[in-house]
């Protein structure tokens, strides 16, 4: 925290050094300290974006419209932004309400919209993250009772038995037998969330999805989907991420997958561009930072120079994240911009 102040001093005095050298007028540095960055301004264009989605019910989308609302609701609560916030809080509210209603008897999020335990692992760490930031007691108690159902399913299906390979990983239903790292990671970041704000949840099936994990990674530092010796460029991020969550930032592997990173830079082009573009930003922030200060502006400027006018993003060439509209791709853009603010815990060093 003192950090990020301090640098954020440094800038305000370069600005107004750079202000005076130039003998502008008291009204001229006014007007430079207040200029939005172009980050910035790519987060409120996108939210701007998302909000005009809502729909009466408070979902954006006909397509999983619960893992998308919790996608849209997660790109908010990164900006800062909180069920209290006087001018957006009862978008966000409303959103909220939204995706508690689809959660089923049985605490599942993942079969009211069709999007299985994908949708299951991004509803429950949107509500992670919401969690304790509503003044609104009666909201937040329905929060945590969601979470804690949400948790459980979770929990009990990083517990059912697999092939040891396999074992601390989930799929696509609570009781498959296999195992995938994209799948598993929004699982783990749920469970790790959730035990930051005091749900309980046993530490061993953490651990046990973090080796799972590192079983997908090689020495060389390429990550797997489902068997180690392929490379996919869109998990490489999430495998650095999984070594932070075991305090093991400094493994030689982490060093590997982050040189492999910059060495084959984030394109406007190609496969799952937009999530690649999350897991290279929450992963290096948390676990290879320095690198990450180097990298962060060309994944920015990738990103801020393909914003649509109404600020939206579109499917890249050769991509087929678009499939799922443009909440989803959006909602993907504005999370990775927005882990330079440090908000959320999942974005926190």
Known sequence: MVRHVAIGVMLVWLCVAAAWSAELSDQQVVEVLATEAPRDAAIRRGLDHLRSRQRADGSLSDNV????????AMAHLSAGITPEDAVHGQWLRQTLEF??????????FGSRDGSRMYGHGIATLMLAEALGMCRDDELDERIRTALERAVAVTVAAALVVKEPFFQGGWRYTPT????DLSLSGWQLMSLHAAQQVGIAVPDPVIASAVSFAKRLTTADGTVGYDHAGDDHPALRGLSILCHALAHEEQASEVARIAARIQADPLQWQGAWVFYRAYYDAVGMSRGAPEQWDAYA???EK??????NPDGSWPNPPGDDEGTHGTVYLTSMA????AVQRHVLPAYQR
């Open 65 to 72: 419209p619960a893992a998308l609302a919790s996608l849209a």
């Open 99 to 108: 995706v508690l209603s689809k959660q089923d008897e049985n605490g599942y």
């Open 176 to 179: 498959d037998t296999s195992s």
């Open 297 to 299: 502006p060309v994944l």
């Open 302 to 307: 990738v990103l801020i120079d393909h914003q």
């Open 334 to 337: 504005v999370l990775a911009l």
